[in-house]
């Protein structure tokens, strides 16, 4: 099973809005309504931000949303704070032989 | 408090086997899948092993099948990682990970802390 494909690196500055893309298959992003993205700081377990595609767990803010179209999935954070500098994964259900995929990271700079 | 407390990693020579485990307290852990999910040094996250609630159901990377097996003990609320025939890439901080749902079709919604695997001879 292939990793799904993000972009090693995005920025932007405090109050902008930007996206993280992650390209997967037909067998993964594409098939299934299963997407997550986590968010980890350095020397930091990773957290989640987004499950299903779209759906925010108790606690995150409301700034963090997700999307997705064919097999591209997408994570997009609107008014870009300090805190959310860190890196950013994607992770893809694949089917029951070898269930996830993860990206291989996204390290978000805020200017 | 929800937490996820692993054990068990250190410096193994290739070849040799180790077992990692994890304790869970804070929810009713029988009800939740429960991943186990590496980070090399320095990279990304890779998915390793999952098991559903009453270990019906379990699942492996292409990376560790035939050599790691997980398992899970519902009355003591953990989780284990076998891991034999081991190589220096296995090398990585091992995270146990609490599934959103019974099955291994949930998100990962609860980590661990880590423990750290290094193989080396």
């Known amino acids: 099973q292939s990793a799904l494909t993000q972009p090693a690196s995005v920025s932007g500055s405090p109050g902008q809005s930007i996206t993280i893309s992650c390209t997967g298959t037909?067998?993964?992003?594409?098939?299934?309504?299963?997407v997550s993205w986590y968010q980890q700081h350095p020397g930091k377990a990773p957290k989640l931000m987004i499950y299903?595609?779209?759906k925010r767990p108790s606690g995150v803010s409301n700034r963090f949303s997700g999307s997705k179209s064919g097999n591209t999935a997408s994570l997009t954070i609107s008014g870009l704070q300090a805190e959310d500098e860190a890196d950013y994964y994607c992770?893809?259900?694949?089917?029951?032989?070898?269930?996830?995929?993860f990206g291989g990271g996204t390290k978000l700079t805020v200017l | 408090e929800v937490q996820l407390v692993e054990s068990g990693g250190g410096l193994v020579q290739p070849g040799r086997s180790l077992r990692l485990s994890c304790a869970a307290s804070g929810f009713t852990f029988d009800d939740y899948a429960m991943h186990w999910v590496r980070q090399a040094p320095g990279k990304g996250l890779e998915w390793v092993s999952g098991i559903s609630w009453n270990s019906g159901s379990i699942g492996y990377a292409d990376s560790v099948k035939g050599r790691f097996t997980i398992s899970r003990d519902n009355a003591k609320n953990s989780l284990y990682l076998q891991m034999n025939s081991l190589r220096a890439e296995d090398t990585a901080l091992y995270y146990c990970?609490?599934?959103?749902?019974?099955?291994?079709?949930?998100?990962?919604?609860?980590w661990g802390q880590g423990t750290m695997v290094t193989v080396s001879s």
């Open positions: 990970a609490k599934g959103f749902t019974v099955t291994t079709r949930g998100a990962f919604d609860i």
């Open positions: 037909s067998s993964d992003v594409g098939s299934y309504n299963l």
């Open positions: 992770c893809s259900y694949a089917g029951s032989s070898t269930p996830w995929v």
């Open positions: 299903e595609g779209s």
